[in-house]
């Protein structure tokens, strides 16, 4: 009974590099959701997926993009990173009331 | 909007004593009230939750009462251990503009010292 899956753990990047964030789910849960966590911040919602198929901003989309690839699946992606974007991001998945909402284990990232 | 505010940590405590973190809300309509719990180098997790008005929730010892007429969510356990060391999250989810997706509280660091 994995939950929330996310890849990889750790990454380190230099600035202007690119990478993707990877998360899977196997509850069956339709919505999905990234955030970054930062200290003092709180978790800052980056993008959401309510159903496979769609895809809508949070509170603080600027330098990611998203990609629902099917059900289970929900990646981030960070373009061109910068130094502002090192922080740890969290993959979440829910049900379609918002119950049941699953937290992965986090991927730590640092752009220097 | 919605909202959630939590006093500030860290909240430092010695083993056994009694915990208790604040939390109040803003919000139109009935919301649901959730407590997460986040130990270090984790995810958050679902600690307890409460639906509506006057429910008590409850697991690991922790407790917590949705009180509509003082807007609060107060989470409260009896006798802390050093386990109970993580980052408290009160988060709460709307009834109104058919919004799903929970707001948070920006978390409370609890410290126990044995």
């Known amino acids: 009974n994995a939950g929330v899956t996310q890849t990889p753990k750790f990454q380190v990047l230099k600035t202007g590099q690119s990478m993707t964030l990877q998360c899977a789910q196997d509850m069956n849960h339709n919505s999905m959701y990234w955030y970054r966590q930062d200290p003092g911040m709180g978790l800052r919602l980056i993008y959401y997926s309510a159903s496979e198929g769609t895809t809508d901003k949070g509170e603080v989309p600027n330098g990611y993009n998203v990609s629902r690839l099917n059900k289970r699946e929900f990646s981030l992606r960070l373009e061109s990173a910068a130094p502002s974007q090192t922080s740890v991001y969290f993959c979440a998945s829910s049900d379609r009331s918002g119950y049941g909402y699953t937290f992965g284990s986090g991927t730590r990232l640092t752009v220097v | ?114």
Request: net charge negative; proline share 4%; hydrophobic share 30%.
């Open chain 2, 1 to 114: 909007g919605d909202s959630v505010t939590q006093m500030e940590g860290p909240v430092t405590l010695s083993e056994e004593a009694f915990l208790t973190i604040n939390c109040t809300y803003t919000a139109t309509g009935y919301p649901s009230l959730f407590w997460y719990v986040q130990y270090p180098g984790e995810g958050l997790q679902l600690l307890l939750k409460a639906t509506k008005a006057d429910d008590k929730g409850s697991n690991k010892g922790f407790e917590a009462t949705y009180r509509k007429e003082t807007t609060s969510f107060h989470l409260e356990k009896g006798s802390v251990q050093v386990s109970d060391s993580a980052v408290y999250f009160c988060a709460l989810r709307g009834t109104s503009g058919g919004s799903y997706i929970p707001t948070f509280g920006r978390g409370t660091s609890l410290i126990v010292h044995p």
